[in-house]
């Protein structure tokens, strides 16, 4: 009896927590026009220049007036690091802690994730403390505490596994990202593959991230010749570059602010000219009011114009008012004509609303089976709404098997398009630009979330990159960066990624524990990874952690040629090897394996009579390239060393023919 009366008395102390933290959040948020002033030239808006020195004073007056929201805004100023203020984990830490105290989820939430991580050891890493913070911001509405739980029931991050808890954290995130894609419009470009630090000579980032010093970097200067590019065509009146411009403009792109005005002024210069996509963007500007009064008639008016010269998503807009009634009179089956040509044309929107029709049996025939092949082409495109679907579909069994699996990593990828991708975004920009260190605050914080790219390029910023925040006098006794490094890194590889298995290896290699480098190479062999399969095929070769066996050898780095015919040089140097291992240890089977006829007495026989000696184990074996010698009898000894010459220069010259 003892035990349920205790559970019943935390649950109560927690609710009672839960009031209390209510009610401060309530009263202890003191606005002022000095925190308002603050953000806005924190971030530059409202046309205020960006001032961060004078941003910090403001904020720090209204944090000592008692604002939390100042406080927390203060501690992601020392988190993020800006234009002239070093990032300092210490006192991000402090600020989220008074701002947690009077119940500011988004601090809350901040605290829970550093103290996963340890904040660079600015606190040392505290789970169920991370949890606790998590679990009362989740409670209190925050979206990313809600990603970081969601994130740690998939893969088991300091709770057990649990797929239907990681269902319900990850539905929730992606409703709020739905949510926020069906606000800012259905013709939001989507966002391309993330950068990945240290994918060759792109993921290099031309080299800045080791520790370049600050400027514009190669990202900006390249965004701003893409802009230069269209500007200069847009003025000599191509209307291709002016609708791309004015989509520039209208969605805060390649480092141009957001500015609807210009965006229209450049579609009206395209579509005088007859463009279909100046004139269907014409007819989004007035769908949605933006830079002109809103009005249903004309953006259909202009709609009907642009399909009628072939534009998709004319063709998709237009079925979007027909199916709902905007500025016409509602016909399902016109919808349905129109949204069935642009989703041929390939246009995910189109898909999409197509795949909505059929699922909601609005104006066809309903059909989940068609409605789930329209979401799953539109998802291959990443439109978010639609893997949203997919995941509901998957989720409830409709149209295919129930599966959480299924669905929970649909979720997951919906929620993964939220605000924190564009975040990752200015991330690699940060890099191009020489500020390591504040960028890799963000893959820190992305990374709590279960970005894999994240995790896997903090890992690569603290082996690689300058980060004056972390030089080793500053670190406290125990913390360094590798240790930082490792803890992204097994991240990464739980969510697969071969290559952080790889790293992970290399790291166990080096500090001579063969076993758990082995055990990280297989796992990056089984997903194709090509150093990974040579790796494996080495430690075979020796017998470092794995059984020695030198026909595995050869089979794992004939596999890494396979997948990386540009590795040849290597794998031959390796095979080449192997070859003379295999040809000491190994004659009479070398010479069959290159087909030469063997004696049936005399040579046989007296290798019959004299067998070799067992090979010796993992444990006598000296290093990943050594073997042993075999000794034979001394009537054999001069013919045995002939022999082995011979089966060297025979296997050296058929590799070099097959590599």
């Known amino acids: 009896m003892l035990f349920p009366m205790s559970e019943r008395l935390c649950k109560l102390l927690v609710f009672l927590c839960f009031v209390i933290l209510s009610w401060t959040e309530n009263v202890a948020k003191p606005k002022s026009e000095e925190f308002d002033l603050a953000i806005q030239l924190r971030s530059g808006m409202n046309g205020k220049p960006v001032d961060v020195a004078k941003a910090v004073t403001l904020l720090q007056e209204s944090a000592d007036a008692g604002n939390d929201e100042a406080m927390f805004a203060l501690g992601q100023l020392y988190e993020f690091g800006a234009d002239g203020l070093e990032v300092s984990m210490e006192s991000a830490v402090r600020l989220y802690n008074e701002s947690a105290r009077v119940g500011n989820s988004d601090a809350q939430a901040a605290l829970g994730m550093l103290h996963a991580n340890g904040a660079r050891c600015a606190v040392s890493p505290d789970t169920p403390l ?23 029931y998939l893969h088991g991050v300091g709770v057990p596994r649990h797929c239907a808890k990681a269902l319900y954290r990850f539905e929730r995130v992606a409703r709020h990202v739905v949510a926020d894609w069906e606000r800012d419009g259905l013709s939001v470009p989507l966002t391309g593959e993330l950068v990945r630090l240290g994918d060759g000579p ?55 602010a957001r500015d609807r005005r210009r965006a229209f002024g450049y579609f009206q210069a395209a ?4 463009d279909a996509g100046g004139i269907a963007q014409l007819g989004t500007m007035y769908a949605r009011g933006w830079a002109t009064e809103q009005d249903n008639a004309t953006a259909l008016e202009h709609y009907r114009r642009a399909a009628e010269r072939g534009h998709a998503g004319a063709h998709s807009q237009l079925g979007y008012m027909l199916r709902h009634g905007y500025g016409v009179s509602r016909s399902a089956a016109e919808a349905a004509r129109h949204l069935k040509i642009a989703a041929d044309q390939g246009h995910p929107d189109g898909q999409l609303q197509l795949g909505s029709l059929y699922f909601h049996g609005d104006g066809v025939k309903q059909d989940y089976g068609k409605a789930l092949q329209y979401f799953t082409i539109a998802g291959q495109q990443g439109q978010p709404v639609a893997l949203y679907n997919l995941a509901q579909l998957h989720q409830h069994g409709l149209g295919v098997p129930s599966s959480c699996a299924a669905a929970v990593q649909l979720y997951k990828r919906v929620a993964e398009r939220g605000p924190w991708r564009s975040r990752l975004d200015d991330a690699a920009q940060l890099v191009r630009q020489g500020h390591a260190d504040r960028a890799l605050a963000v893959y820190e914080r992305a990374a709590e979330l279960g970005f894999e790219v994240a995790q896997s390029n903090a890992a690569w910023l603290l082996e690689h990159a300058s980060l004056p925040s972390l030089h080793p006098s500053l670190l406290p006794s125990g913390c360094s960066r590798s240790s930082l490094a490792l803890h992204q890194l097994r991240q990464s590889a739980e969510q697969r990624n071969a290559a952080s298995h790889v790293r992970l290896g290399d790291h166990y290699y080096a500090d ?86 063997l004696p049936k007495n005399g040579l046989l026989a007296a290798q019959q ?51």
Not at 130 to 150: K, W
Not at 221 to 244: K, L, M, N, P
Not at 271 to 274: K, P, S
Request: charged share 10%.
């Open 202 to 256: 792109s993921g290099l980032l031309d080299g800045s991230a080791a520790g370049g010093s600050a400027g514009n970097g190669a990202g900006s200067s390249h965004a701003s010749d893409v802009v230069q590019y269209y500007e200069f065509h847009a003025e000599a009146g191509e209307a291709q570059a002016q609708v791309t411009l004015g989509t520039l403009y209208l969605h805060g792109a390649y480092g141009l």
């Open 130 to 152: 991370s949890l606790l913070y998590l679990a009362f911001a989740a409670e209190s509405g925050s979206v990313d505490a809600e990603h970081a739980l969601a994130y740690r």
């Open 271 to 274: 579509a005088a000219q007859g």
């Open 512 to 597: 001579g524990d063969w076993g758990r480098a082995a055990a990280h190479y297989e796992q990056a062999a089984e997903l194709r990874h090509p150093q990974a399969m040579f790796n494996v095929g080495l430690l075979h070769q020796s017998g470092h952690g794995l059984p020695r066996d030198l026909f595995l050898a050869k089979r794992f780095l004939d596999l890494s040629k396979g997948v990386n015919p540009d590795g040849w040089l290597a794998v031959g140097l390796a095979l080449g090897w192997l070859g003379v291992q295999f040809a000491v240890e190994h004659p009479l089977e070398a010479l069959s394996w290159l087909g030469v006829p």
């Open 609 to 659: 009579q004299h067998p070799m000696p067992p090979v010796p184990s993992s444990s006598s074996v000296g290093g990943p390239w050594s073997g042993t010698l075999l000794l034979l009898n001394s009537d054999m000894a001069v013919i045995g060393a002939l022999l082995a010459l011979l089966l060297v220069l025979l296997l050296l010259r058929r590799v070099m023919l097959t590599v």
